[in-house]
């Protein structure tokens, strides 16, 4: 089975600055998606950025980017220029496409303080 | 914009009670998926479903159940709460069974089971 690990329970960072949350995970499978979610305090959780797996190029949205090691199996997520609006808890997440079910499997989280 | 409404925020039941989660979203999605959500354990899949009357059991389904008549609602259920289902719940959908499609969440159901 898949499993997702993230060990910062948490991280701050000043304005402006750049921070890095970590996650890695355990797979057998060569192909797969992963993903980070940005949960802010008013508690809905929103799409953050998404990597496939056999894309070998980092991807990247806006200030938001990620360092994809498959062989390490790490994937980190980058927040550069950090606003105020960045502090929220952070998931890192794997779907498989064994089942082709959908679902995510969650890592335990970071929450992100983002100091003015 | 995706919009996935979970009716009750915040609710206290007491042991042994009935409760009804209730979800429904507005983007004709076919996936429908329940979490829970723990300090220190991140979420943790309940239930999901691909279609109506469809149902399959994620990590963590012992004490719960869930039904699905029509394919905007997506429903949780505690057939007898107890103290350690105190937790916040995530309901949550997805366009399809196509894996990396965006899953998109409700603002979570605060139970507190006293």
């Known amino acids: 089975a898949q499993t997702v690990t993230q060990s910062q329970p948490e991280m701050s960072v000043q304005e402006a600055e750049t921070v890095t949350l970590s996650c890695t995970y355990d797979?057998?499978?060569?192909?797969?998606?992963l993903f980070w979610y940005k949960q802010p305090p008013s508690r809905q959780m929103i799409l953050v950025i998404r990597?496939?797996?056999?894309?070998?190029q980092n991807a990247t949205e806006n200030r938001f980017s990620v360092n994809f090691q498959k062989a390490a199996k790490s994937f980190s997520l980058k927040i550069s220029d950090s606003q105020l609006g960045d502090a929220a808890m952070y998931f890192c997440?794997?779907?498989?496409?064994?089942?082709?079910?959908?679902?995510?499997?969650f890592g335990q989280g970071t929450t992100l303080q983002v100091k003015p | 914009d995706v919009k996935v409404t979970q009716s009750s925020r915040y609710l206290v039941k007491r042991t042994g009670e009935k409760v009804f989660l209730e979800c429904v979203q507005d983007?004709?999605?076919?996936?429908m998926f329940w979490y829970r959500q723990d300090p220190g354990l991140g979420l943790r899949l309940i239930y999901f479903?691909?279609?109506?009357?469809?149902?399959e059991k994620g990590d963590i389904p012992e004490g719960y159940s869930v039904s699905r008549e029509k394919k905007e609602r997506f429903s949780l259920i505690l057939e007898s709460a107890s103290t350690n289902q105190t937790s916040m719940y995530l309901c949550?959908?997805?366009?399809?069974?196509?894996?990396?499609?965006?899953?998109?969440f409700g603002e979570g159901s605060w139970l507190t089971v006293v």
């Open positions: 949550a959908s997805s366009l399809s069974r196509r894996v990396g499609n965006t899953i998109y």
């Open positions: 797979t057998s499978e060569s192909d797969y998606y």
């Open positions: 990597q496939e797996a056999y894309k070998q």
């Open positions: 997440a794997y779907a498989s496409f064994s089942g082709n079910t959908g679902k995510l499997i």
């Open positions: 983007m004709d999605h076919e996936n």
């Open positions: 479903s691909y279609d109506v009357k469809m149902k």
